[in-house]
């Protein structure tokens, strides 16, 4: 059984840090390119960073370019999100992705929500 699960979303003041973490399973997930994507209330779902699966290379949306890092652990099947300087824009759901790096197969997990706030 495929799950996505992400975990570590909570309230944070702006200019804090949270640092998300999204565990896979059922799946080989060294094979997989891993992202995160936030949605805002109102507005679509956006990509954040993503991560190649052997972790070489990274790309991130220029929102977050010098703030947030992606990196991945395969041998404990987890890909992570460390949000430095968080702003009131932050607020979201963040949702972890996995696409196969071998076809179109695709997972994603239920998503966490991080609320940025005073």
């Known amino acids: 059984q495929v799950q996505v699960v992400e975990s570590g979303g909570g309230l944070v003041q702006p200019g804090g840090s949270l640092r998300l973490s999204c565990a896979g399973s059922?799946?080989?997930?060294?094979?997989?390119?891993m992202s995160w994507y936030r949605q805002a209330p109102g507005k679509e779902r956006e990509l954040v960073a993503a991560?190649?699966?052997?972790?070489?290379?990274?790309n991130y949306a220029d929102s977050v370019k010098g703030r947030f890092t992606i990196s991945r652990d395969n041998a404990e099947n987890t890909v992570y999100l460390q949000m430095n300087s968080l702003t009131l824009e932050g607020t979201a759901v963040y949702y972890c992705?996995?696409?196969?790096?071998?076809?179109?197969?695709?997972?994603w997990g239920q998503g966490t929500q991080v609320t940025v706030s005073s």
């Open positions: 992705k996995a696409v196969s790096a071998w076809s179109s197969r695709t997972y």
């Open positions: 991560i190649t699966s052997a972790g070489g290379s990274t």
């Open positions: 059922g799946f080989t997930f060294s094979r997989y390119t």
